[in-house]
């Protein structure tokens, strides 16, 4: 039986976060942090099937679609040491769903929050633990 959960989260540098290490975290990758020069490896992480970044319908800019440079123009466009640079939606799926049945409502979803915010949208499905819900 699935088990609903949903929860949204604020990426704010006021609790010491930021959204480059956020979203290295989530997709198991190695981002560099060009405000503070931090170096976030988390690629030793396992479970990451897929993350993808998409952006509204009809946005043409392509140079949102790579992970490192939306992330850091993200940081730089805050300036404020309490601003709260992203939002962060951690969902739970039905593990009976399929990994392409995981995939495209996860698409959709994003697809329908970058265009209803006018903003980028990165996300990162992770596996089913093999124990279910």
Not at 64 to 75: P, T
Not at 88 to 101: C, D, G, K, R, V
Not at 113 to 127: E, K, Q
């Amino acid at each position: 039986m699935a088990i609903y959960h949903c929860s949204m989260k604020v990426i704010a540098r006021g609790s010491g976060r930021s959204a480059v290490a956020a979203i290295a975290y989530r997709t198991a990758t190695k981002m560099l942090n060009e405000r503070d020069g931090l170096l976030h490896d988390f690629t030793h992480k396992q479970g990451v099937e897929h993350a993808e970044i998409v952006l509204p319908e009809g946005v043409k800019a392509d140079w949102a679609l790579d992970r490192s440079a939306l992330w850091n123009a993200v940081e730089r466009a805050e300036k404020r040491k309490d601003a709260r640079v992203a939002r962060e939606f951690e969902i739970a799926l039905p593990h009976e769903l399929s990994a392409e049945q995981r995939y495209q409502l996860t698409k959709v979803f994003a697809q329908d929050l970058a265009n209803r915010y006018g903003a980028a949208v990165d996300f990162a499905i992770h596996r089913p633990s093999e124990d279910g819900d």
